[in-house]
């Protein structure tokens, strides 16, 4: 059973920053990749960071050069830091683990983030 647990999310001023984590049981991070996914209200979830089984990362363009996603081994965690927030990064953040053969796709409760200007 895979199970995925965010936390870290709240409220903080723009140009702040938070750090998010996914805590993952049930999958090893060691051989897997994850993602962090984002939904603000009246919008689409949107893909934000990937992290692959060896480490290599990717951004949506909105995040580039303000977020980062690494990822805890040893620990199965796996975190996005986020930096010079902005307004519009304020959403439901979703870490997400889909399987490489089925397709089968896990997400996680979601955490919220509140950026104020």
């Known amino acids: 059973q895979v199970l995925l647990v965010e936390s870290g999310g709240g409220l903080v001023q723009a140009g702040g920053s938070l750090r998010l984590a996914c805590a993952v049981s049930?999958?090893?991070?060691?051989?897997?990749?994850m993602d962090w996914y984002r939904q603000a209200p009246g919008k689409q979830r949107e893909l934000v960071a990937h992290?692959?089984?060896?480490?290599?990362?990717n951004y949506g363009d909105s995040v580039k050069g303000r977020f980062a996603i690494s990822k805890d081994n040893l620990k199965n965690v796996v975190y996005l830091q986020m930096d010079s927030l902005k307004p519009e990064d304020t959403a439901v953040y979703y870490c997400?683990?889909?399987?490489?053969?089925?397709?089968?796709?896990?997400w996680g409760q979601g955490t919220q983030v509140t950026v104020s200007s």
């Open positions: 997400r683990y889909q399987t490489p053969y089925t397709g089968r796709t896990y």
């Open positions: 049930g999958v090893s991070l060691s051989i897997n990749a």
């Open positions: 992290v692959n089984s060896y480490g290599n990362t």
